[in-house]
């Protein structure tokens, strides 16, 4: 029986992005699902029109648009997809990455035209399908782009290539805490994780003298002349372990942290990981993966909820605990999974 191909076009940024991650997975599961999928770099950069062949992340390496044009019959849209691919005719499905409310704060606050754009997609026939990791979001998108065609599936974990034992980060003395709190969203316009780096201060200050926190992905000093005075007077509290833009050992810094505080109230990427690395989760309410919720913005009531996480990890013990969390991700993520999800549905749209 011919293999259906699909043919996943989106910006190849390893360590840079949580789309990218989800996109990789996503071509992996496939391919599990008895599919050939391919991953094909394009509009990597503002600009940028060209696509990087032979760019590697693990298993996956990206090939050329001509395979895409020549060879897939349905073509996935992650991040843009070349003018001469389109006008092959070929059905499209469309990712959702982001969060609703995301696409909307960047037109309104950025007037980037995001959500206007996604509003515009389903107007053309050739995208079939879009698709969403968030059951909850499933009714938003069908109402804000007056489509039904919208589907949910489970979002894509390499359980194998991120296992719960493996190499840990080695903080200096003086950045070692106990427990390692863990903070490493990115800074959104309508979410930034600045409620909890504060709330995670205050849980510090007046329940834990020995814990340390540890921000990760803190926007450029450069482009944000807030930053380096901020983050300089929350060190002078002593409770700041290691601060850092992006880095491209995150999975090893989850190894070595204990606690992962989030103010997002979805599995997000960054959830998925550091429960696979067996972290323990604070996040906001509807976060399945979360030991404890919290409104994010909600300072000591975050607070409180990151000492009935670390009472819990105290009185269970961190080793049981890390293993319970791993397991808690097992239970409803895979590749497998979602694999078997998305086969279905790419199968349905060839058959019309």
């Known amino acids: 029986m011919k293999k259906i191909k699909i043919a996943h076009f989106g910006n190849f940024c390893p360590h840079q992005a949580g789309i990218h991650s989800a996109a990789r997975d996503l071509i992996l599961a496939e391919r599990i699902a008895g599919l050939d999928s391919n991953y094909i770099d394009y509009g990597s950069g503002k600009g940028c029109t060209h696509s990087r062949v032979w760019m590697q992340d693990g298993e996956i390496t990206t090939i050329s648009p001509d395979w895409a044009i020549d060879e897939a019959d349905i073509i996935v849209h992650h991040s843009a997809v070349p003018k001469k691919v389109m006008d092959t005719g070929k059905p499209v499905v469309m990712y959702l990455h982001g969060r609703p409310e995301y696409s909307f704060v960047l037109d309104w606050e950025k007037k980037q035209g995001c959500l206007r754009a996604e509003m515009e997609y389903p107007k053309n026939p050739q995208y079939k399908k879009f698709m969403t990791f968030w059951p909850g979001h499933k009714e938003i998108w069908e109402q804000l782009l007056n489509t039904k065609n919208v589907e949910c599936v489970s979002p894509p974990m390499d359980l194998k290539g991120l296992p719960l034992e493996g190499k840990k980060y080695e903080f200096a003395p003086l950045n070692r805490g106990r427990p390692n709190i863990l903070i490493c969203d990115m800074w959104r316009e309508d979410i930034t994780p600045f409620n909890t780096v504060l709330a995670a201060l205050s849980f510090a200050e007046k329940q834990c003298p020995t814990a340390k926190i540890h921000v990760i992905a803190i926007p450029s000093p450069k482009n944000n002349p807030m930053i380096d005075p901020m983050f300089g007077n929350l060190r002078k509290s002593g409770k700041i372990g290691k601060l850092s833009t992006i880095v491209n ?99 349905g749209i060839l058959k019309e």
């Open 249 to 347: 050992n995150l999975d090893e810094m989850m190894r070595a942290c204990d606690i992962l505080v989030t103010p997002l109230g979805i599995e997000t990427r960054t959830t998925l990981e550091a429960a696979a690395c067996g972290l323990s989760i604070v996040g906001g309410n509807g976060n399945s993966l979360a030991a404890y919720v919290s409104d994010p913005r909600d300072i000591d009531g975050t607070a409180k909820a990151i000492g009935l996480c670390w009472e819990t990890i105290r009185r269970t013990g961190l080793k049981t605990i890390r293993k319970e969390n791993r397991e808690l991700l097992e239970n409803d993520f895979s590749l497998e999974k979602t694999g078997l999800q998305v086969r279905k549905i790419y199968e």
